[in-house]
């Protein structure tokens, strides 16, 4: 079985700081971790993911996460935000093999400060 | 590719009533599955394929149906639609050739039950 946990249902930071979205995971296997992002009224799009290669993982829009398997964490963070970064993010986790189910955390609502 | 499809966009029922949402890929993968996104708890999986002809319970199944009798399409139906049927629906699809490929989304379809 697995599991995901987001801390913070919403986070807000100012345009230009650095964004940091946290993500713990529960595995019985190594996992392969993803991180979503939902704009206004879509549907979810993929960021990035971590497949067991390098555990910095560099996505899309400027975004990266870091595997750290000692913390089972897979926190999402971004330099410098933007007002477009505006969203819901989701963090999502499944197992690395012969299962293509994803569990999703309850998702961080970002809010960019101007 | 137009990718992931999902028909209607908006929809409201009445208790009681039934309606099928419908999905369908262009992208020709095997596995398929229906999620409901609800405030605060992320995305919850409802039924999931990995082919057709075969489908499985994911982790809130009660109250619908699916059916796989194409690749391409993947129907939920609600048999009698309750007032916690209220959500956004999402479809996803993915292939499963390879072991760690993403989920496309679709677009959503929102539904109330009143």
């Known amino acids: 079985a697995q599991s995901v946990t987001q801390l913070g249902s919403h986070v807000s930071v100012s345009e230009g700081a650095l964004v940091l979205l946290r993500c713990n995971y529960s595995s019985s296997v190594p996992p392969y971790l993803f991180w979503y992002v939902q704009y206004p009224n879509q549907g979810l799009q993929l960021l990035l993911k971590y497949t067991s290669a390098a555990t910095l993982v560099k996505g899309i829009n400027g975004f990266e996460a870091e595997f750290k398997k000692s913390e089972t964490s897979f926190h999402l963070t971004k330099p410098s935000a933007h007002m477009s970064d505006a969203a819901e993010y989701f963090c999502?986790?499944?197992?690395?093999?012969?299962?293509?189910?994803?569990?999703f955390g309850t998702g961080t609502r970002l809010t960019i400060i101007p | 590719n137009a990718g992931v499809t999902q028909t209607p966009k908006f929809q409201v029922l009445k208790t009681g009533q039934s309606m099928t949402l419908q999905c369908a890929q262009d992208?020709?993968?095997?596995?398929m599955s229906w999620y409901r996104q609800d405030p605060g708890m992320g995305l919850r999986l409802i039924h999931y394929?990995?082919?057709?002809?075969?489908?499985d319970q994911g982790e809130v199944p009660n109250g619908y149906n699916v059916s796989r009798s194409t690749t391409e399409d993947f129907p939920l139906r609600l048999l009698s639609a309750a007032p916690s049927q209220t959500s956004v629906y999402f479809c996803?699809?993915?292939?499963?050739?390879?072991?760690?490929?993403?989920?496309?989304f679709g677009p959503g379809t929102r539904l109330t039950v009143l």
């Open positions: 996803a699809s993915t292939s499963v050739a390879g072991s760690y490929n993403e989920q496309f």
């Open positions: 999502a986790v499944r197992l690395n093999f012969g299962n293509e189910k994803l569990t």
């Open positions: 394929s990995v082919g057709a002809g075969i489908t």
């Open positions: 992208m020709n993968h095997e596995y």
